[in-house]
Structure formats: C-alpha cells, structure tokens
C-alpha cells in the first residue's frame, strides 16, 4: 500500500471507533521496529519526528533533515502492504513546518497552544492555508501540557475548553485537533494516580466531531523499566499513562495516541543489556538488535491496546 495521507488513516479510525499509534524515530533502527510489529498486526501506523529529529538527520539543515525522513519512510511504506503515514510533531519553527510540507511529509503538527486563542488561531489558520494548498493534513493544539520533551517544554498544564475548541475548529478547519485533558510530556507524568478529564474529552469530540489525538500518551512499561535499570539505567520515578486509561480514552474519541518515551526506553533498556552480555561487541548492527526487538514489543502490545490491529 502506498503512502498515505495521516487525515486518511484516522477518518477511518475516526468512524470505526479506534486509535492508531503515532510513533517517533529519530533513526533507522526505530523505524525498522515500528514497520515490523505494523506488519505483523495488520494494523495501519503513523510515523513521527520530532523538529529535533530533521534537525539531527539533517545536521541542522531543515530541509535536507524532511526530506532524509520522508524518503526513508516513504521508500519502506511503498513497499507494503499496511498504510503509513508521516506526521511533524510538535510543529513551532515555521521554517520546519515548511520543510516537512515541502519535503512531502503526509501531515503537519502547528503547536501554538502556548499561545493565546486568538493568536494560535491567527497562526494555524495560515499553516491550514498553506499545508491544504498541497494536501497535507493539519494538527494543532488547545489547551498546555505540563513536562518536557524534545522542544516542548511547560511547567503547567492548562486544560482545553470545549466551546473554545468548537469555534477553533471551525475557524481554522484543522483536520486533527489534540486537546489538553490532563496527560503530560516525558517520562514523569504524575506524582500521584492518573487522572484525565473524560468529561472535558467527551464534549470536544462531541462539539468538533473529527479526530482527536492524545498528546504525553506513553505508559512507562514497567517490565522495560526494570530490564533498563537493571543494567545501568536510572528511570527511578518514571510513570506513564496505565492501559486501562487509554482504553477508555479511545473509547471516548481518541483516534491518535502519540508515544515516544517508551520507544526510547525500550531501545535504552536491549542496548544497555546487550552491551553488558557482550562486552566485546563492536559492530552496532548486531548491537542495536536488542533494543529494535524490544521496540517492536512495545509497538505491538500498542497497537492491540489500541484496537488498530487487523485495521489495515
């Protein structure tokens, strides 16, 4: 199947009632794994960099860093039989935004959620105007999530209004909206218990009634936590979103759940135990084998989690 545009994927999602998983690489590796355990449960996928990422692969050149992704992407998603997308995320760099749009990314992220309503309508009604001129989908955000990730970082959060999302969608006639009901960026999401807002969700998906996407999704996966400490690692305090709470999220309108934490921590945990089983070890195709097959599990528990396995 060839590569498709992310809107595609989750109208789908969107009127079957499921989530897919949006998933963030920053290499080969990441893309390998998340590709493999996407085929092995039929389950359509949404790849994600970061502007951090483009700017990695690109040595600091925006578009030479789009354009690596998209033809790394592109180049395996044409070739199966599942449908990927490419998705920029946490777009706030216009001129990253316009690279991913230029180099043929399939949709874009504008977050000006740090921005006062009007003005983060003002700038996503022009990224809207510019990514629809070329058939790239749009998301954007209402609504602050607290923590820290890649170039996002917030001390609070700020949970999105209902109404305001409402009349944002209708002004800017984004494709996906992300709203702020209570998860948080990085590794760290909550002292206590989890606890979103159902409610609040509830209402937007009622009031807007297109796809919505659950930004800080990730969930800490205990058993990878404990083979990454284990051998050297220091997570200590580390908490994620628990299964059932994303099951009900889903259940509740979600159609998009970002994950990257746990991509990271998972790689983190079958580098570090291999390194240590195999000290001399030196060629990193073998020792990265670890951390993509713990990558792949993580992706795959996902995905059935999600209810986006046998979807494609």
Known sequence: MPYVNTKEILEKANKEYYAVAALNINNLEFLQAILEAGIEKKSPLIIETSEGAIKYAGTGDPLRGAKFFVDMVKGFADTLDIPVSLHLDHGKDFKYI?????????????????????????????????AHSVGVSVEAELGKLAGIEDNVSSAESVLVNPDEAKKFVEETQVDFLAPAIGTSHGAFKFKGEAKLDYDRLKQVKELTGIPLVLHGASSVVEEIVEIAEKYGADFGGSKGVPSEILKETVQLGINKVNTDTDLRMAFVAGLREYLHNNPKEFDPRNYMKKGKEYVKKVVADRLELLGSAGKA
Not at 103 to 124: C, H, L, Q, R, W
């Open 98 to 130: 316009v690279s991913a749009i230029k180099a043929g990314y399939s949709s874009v992220m504008i977050d000006a959620s740090d921005k006062p309503f009007e003005e983060n309508v003002k700038i996503t009604k022009e990224i809207v105007k510019i």
